[in-house]
Structures are given as structure tokens and as C-alpha cells.
């Protein structure tokens, strides 16, 4: 869904089960592939089948990505990204009890040593930190708001099943739940300096119908 566009940028909220860009076994029903029928221009730099990509989420994540339609912009928004210079904020269930209402989970990221589709925390990795804050606890449950401040991949999925608090849902680091078809992690708030005007742009998403769903089934906690 575009929510957003103008001469440089364009702005989606990206439903779940949608691949960024092409990939090994992907390479048709992109998102990239989808705005490149709508904004042919976007051939003209970048990646080939990754016209106008400068940051990604997963297939499973649901939520708000900025996309640049002009060379300029690309090259500008990319550094913003590279700098750390874009706000994003996400929403996350994860499974069982926060105990501290705000903190950093700081654990250097690679690849898994012998699963290598999967990312883990290794002390050779990159390094990587996510602040995040509790907001709601339920019976089991907690729902936070995380806040990357680098851009690894799973950073935040992977982040959460370090510290035994692994994404409700999520296939690959956590498990399956009944209620849910993909990891409970939303792309909520996206605030970047815009290529053209350079003001500060914010852009805000609500949590999608299925997670909302599977979110208003829960209890809350047992009061002591």
C-alpha cells in the first residue's frame, strides 16, 4: 500500500508474505518488481531487481519502508541509512515476561555457524543494538516497541531469542503458534530527512488486522 509519494521518494506499508527484492528461489511478486511497474524511472540506478531498495524487511514483516525514485534520492537515503540518521520504530510480541520495562539488548550479530540460512549472536559478528520499552504485558506474553539503532539482518528477531524472549510466531528463531501464519513484528514509525525539502518526514502505521486480532485474544496478566 503506498501511503506516500512525491518527485523523490515513495513511502509503502508493506503487507506480510511480500519479498523486498529478488533473492535466490524469488525473483517474481518483489515489491521491487511491483513499484517498478508503477515508477519505471527506478531502472535507471540501483541494483538490478532492487530498483530504488535502500533498506528491507523481511517476508514476514508487515510495515512502513521509504523507497527512492531518483538516483539522488537513492544515493542520499542510503546514507541516511549507512549514518544511522533514520528513526524506526517497531512493534514485537515476544513470548513470556519482560522483567525490565525499558533496556538495550546489545549482542554483536553473524551468520549461524552451522545453520547458515539463520543469523545468531556471535561474538565474531557485527555489532548490534536494540533499545526497546514494554508496552503491555499479557498472560505470557509481552508486546514492546524496538527501536533499532543498526540494521542487521533479523536484528530484531534474532535480538529477542538471545535474551529467551523470541518473536511470538516466529518460524525460524522462536516457533509456530496457533493464531498466527508469520512472526508478530510491525514496522510501526519511519522518520528520515527527505532527499528534496531536507525537513524531517515522519510516517506512522497501525498494527495489521491479523496481528491485532491474535493480540486482542490474550489476557492479561494474573494480578498478585
Not at 16 to 42: C, I
Not at 95 to 107: H, N, P, Q, W
Amino acid at each position: 500500500v503506498i501511503v506516500h509519494e512525491d518527485a523523490d521518494v515513495v513511502v509503502v506499508d508493506k503487507p506480510p508474505g511480500v519479498t523486498v527484492h529478488s533473492a535466490a528461489g524469488q525473483t517474481d511478486g518483489t515489491l521491487a518488481n511491483g513499484l517498478l511497474a508503477l515508477y519505471p524511472e527506478m531502472e535507471e540506478f540501483g541494483e538490478p531487481g532492487r530498483a530504488g531498495i535502500v533498506h528491507r524487511l523481511d517476508k514476514g514483516t508487515s510495515g512502513l519502508m521509504v523507497v527512492a525514485r531518483n538516483e539522488a534520492a537513492h544515493v542520499d537515503l542510503t546514507a541516511q541509512f549507512r549514518e544511522r540518521l533514520v528513526a524506526k520504530r517497531y512493534q514485537a510480541l515476544v513470548v513470556g515476561k519482560v522483567a525490565d520495562d525499558e533496556a538495550v539488548i546489545e549482542a554483536a550479530l553473524g551468520r549461524h555457524p552451522r545453520r547458515r540460512q539463520r543469523m545468531a549472536a556471535v561474538s565474531r559478528g557485527r555489532s548490534a543494538s536494540t533499545p526497546y520499552r514494554v508496552l503491555e504485558r499479557y498472560r505470557g506474553y509481552t508486546l514492546v516497541e524496538a527501536s533499532p539503532r543498526t540494521g542487521r539482518t533479523h536484528q530484531i528477531r534474532v535480538h529477542f531469542a538471545a535474551i529467551n524472549h523470541p518473536l511470538a510466531g516466529d518460524p525460524t528463531y522462536g516457533r509456530r503458534q496457533s493464531g498466527l501464519t508469520r512472526q508478530f513484528l510491525h514496522a510501526a514509525f519511519l522518520a528520515f530527512r527527505h532527499p528534496g525539502s531536507r525537513d524531517i518526514v515522519e510516517f506512522h502505521s497501525e498494527l495489521p488486522p491479523d496481528l491485532r486480532r491474535f493480540l486482542y485474544g490474550l489476557e492479561p496478566p494474573r494480578q498478585r
